[in-house]
Nanobody
Framework: QVQLVESGGGLVQAGGSLRLSCAAS????????MSWYRRAPGKQRELVAG???????NYADSVKGRFTISRDNAKNTVYLQMNSLKPEDTAVYYC?????????????WGRGTQVTVSS
């Protein structure tokens, strides 16, 4: 069974930093892309950042210049370095990946990690 497990969320003051991690495990042949989404209270889920084939990245306009996504292919892990955090970054952050595994090519989601930014 393929699993995505996030870690690194928490409570931080505005202006602070956090680093999220998401590790994929299981019978994985290849990971095509890994991304971070978030869902704030009362809002729809939105794409925060994504990384494709290990090097092509994209970001939501609201986080450009503050967040950095990176990936360790050897560890099947994606990171999200979040700097200059703002209260509006408060949300549950979810890891998403497109993975080719023993069961074919599927998308997978983590359970989410809470990020709370106080003003």
């Amino acid at each position: 069974q393929v699993q995505l497990v996030e870690s690194g969320g928490g409570l931080v003051q505005a202006g602070g930093s956090l680093r999220l991690s998401c590790a994929a495990s299981g019978p994985i042949f290849n990971i095509n892309s890994m991304s971070w989404y978030r869902r704030a209270p009362g809002k729809q889920r939105e794409l925060v950042a994504g990384i494709i084939n290990g090097n092509s990245t994209n970001y939501a306009d609201s986080v450009k210049g503050r967040f950095t996504i990176s990936r360790d292919n050897a560890k099947n892990t994606v990171y999200l370095q979040m700097n200059s955090l703002k209260p509006e970054d408060t949300a549950v952050y979810y890891c998403h990946a497109l993975i080719r595994s023993l069961w074919g090519f599927n998308e997978h989601w983590g359970r989410g990690t809470q990020v709370t930014v106080s003003s």
